[in-house]
């Protein structure tokens, strides 16, 4: 069969190493993909959100599933498109539709899905600019920090955390009656701070049936010791050592079969991944947001520790007969480390050039932000590339990333060492 992965980061270069493993696959097309991409697959230089020039694509090169990896493409509705032309209907397509996409898509929409299906999460209120002074009032009886999230897709950014009630107050101003995050923040959830340590679960689900994949946990800000601005991700450890079999036992039981229950009850019939951002907040999970695709760069420590075919889960979720697949796991650490530009996440040159790469042996180069010029690998944004390594221990495993990664070298490359420290 033929594959197109929408999407061009270390998620998608992922998608496609593991795809590629299996004897089921034909093809594979990653649009617009990346220079790691380009060594495994066939690179279509078209954007995800351009539904006609995906149309195109798959017709021409006789595509039989879509795999979308980033959040974009399902949350302005890439599935339903599909669904709606006669040419394309029978394609499979491994994401939701527009109504399950709004469990990422729409804060507001999750809070209250969560609520309606007692999933347990952080007390909330949502507040537009004509509401504002209720918001200020809901402020109040509120204990420092102050949570405020845009309500639709704001690249990652839309979610602020304040100590000062008067900052909050302004910001909360900021984000309804100035669009500080654009439409985005028209409307605000405003919700307690749950103090905990945060992990992320994934779930690849048929609709009915459910996989639950490895845990991981994902390093957000740009500086050690998880201080300085937010990023996209400058790491991730799988599986996540505080989360026992007990703890797991009670996301499954409070989140997962209450979330896969609740869209069914909801009529939306949801096909693919869902992403579970989680608290565990003394031992117990406590929900702090759903996303509707894979997180990166957890998925490449995700899903290199899978050792099924993953072709023949998504064939389970398209045809609905995921119980039927077999599902295995392996014991062994996996630890990833992003290099990113210098600069990120502000200002940033591109059109390094990267070299080193093609020596390293112990790990796996995950390519995110490259591309090719002139015949040499490049950089072509923020996050460059993930390095993977296998180990039985946290520690045996970041030893090889990081010797893997004294290999590599681009102008102005950062990264940061301390990935994991915490949980060793």
């Not at 702090?288 to 995700?302: F, L, S």
């Not at 650490?333 to 530009?341: G, K, N, Q």
């Amino acid at each position: 069969m033929n594959i197109l992965i929408l999407g061009s980061g270390g998620r998608e270069h992922a998608f496609a190493l593991k795809l590629s493993e299996s004897n089921k696959v034909n093809q594979l097309f990653v649009a617009p993909g990346n220079a790691g991409t380009s060594q495994i697959a066939i690179n279509i230089n078209i954007n995800p959100t351009d539904f006609a020039s995906v149309k195109e694509t798959v017709l021409k090169n006789n595509i039989k599933m879509v795999v979308v990896g980033p959040e974009a493409p399902l949350v302005e509705g890439v599935h339903d498109f599909f669904l709606a032309d006669d040419e394309l209907k029978n394609i499979s397509i491994i994401g939701p539709k527009k109504d399950g996409a709004l469990l990422e898509g729409s804060k507001d929409f999750s809070k209250i899905f969560m609520e309606k299906h007692n999933i347990p999460t952080a007390r909330y209120q949502s507040f537009t600019k004509e509401n504002l002074l209720e918001g200020f009032i809901f402020l109040e009886t509120l204990n420092a920090p102050y949570v405020l999230k845009a309500d639709g897709l704001a690249a990652g950014k839309g979610v602020l955390i304040l100590d000062s009630i008067d900052e909050a107050k302004k910001e909360l101003e900021e984000m309804v009656s100035n669009q500080k995050f654009g439409e985005a923040s028209s409307t605000v959830v405003i919700e307690e701070f749950l103090d905990g340590i945060e992990l992320s679960v994934f779930v690849l689900t048929d609709g009915k049936s459910y996989k639950i994949l490895p845990s991981a946990k994902d390093y957000k800000r740009i500086g050690e010791g998880d201080k300085g601005l937010n990023t996209g991700g400058m790491g991730a450890i799988s599986p996540v050592p505080f989360a026992s079999e007990e703890f797991l036992q009670k996301v499954e039981e409070r989140v997962v079969i209450p979330t896969v229950n609740g869209l069914q009850k909801d009529g939306i019939d949801y096909r693919g991944f869902i992403f579970i951002g989680l608290m565990n907040v003394d031992g117990n999970p406590q929900v702090i947001e759903y996303n509707v695709r894979m997180g990166d760069p957890e998925t490449e420590a995700v899903l290199p520790r899978i050792e099924s075919d993953l072709f023949d889960l998504f064939e389970g979720v398209a045809n609905q007969n995921l119980h039927e697949k077999s599902f295995s796991v392996t014991k062994k650490t996996a630890t990833t480390v992003m290099l990113v530009s210098g600069g990120y996440p502000e200002a940033y040159e591109k059109g390094k050039e990267i070299s080193g790469f093609e020596s390293v042996e112990d790990s796996i180069v995950f390519h995110a932000g490259t591309t090719i010029k002139n015949n040499a690998v490049v950089t072509s944004g923020g996050r460059v590339m993930a390095i993977t390594s296998f180990g039985d221990t946290i520690e045996e495993a970041l030893e090889k990333s990081y010797e893997s990664i004294e290999k590599i070298s681009f102008d102005k490359m950062n990264y940061r060492k301390d990935i994991g420290f915490d949980l060793i």
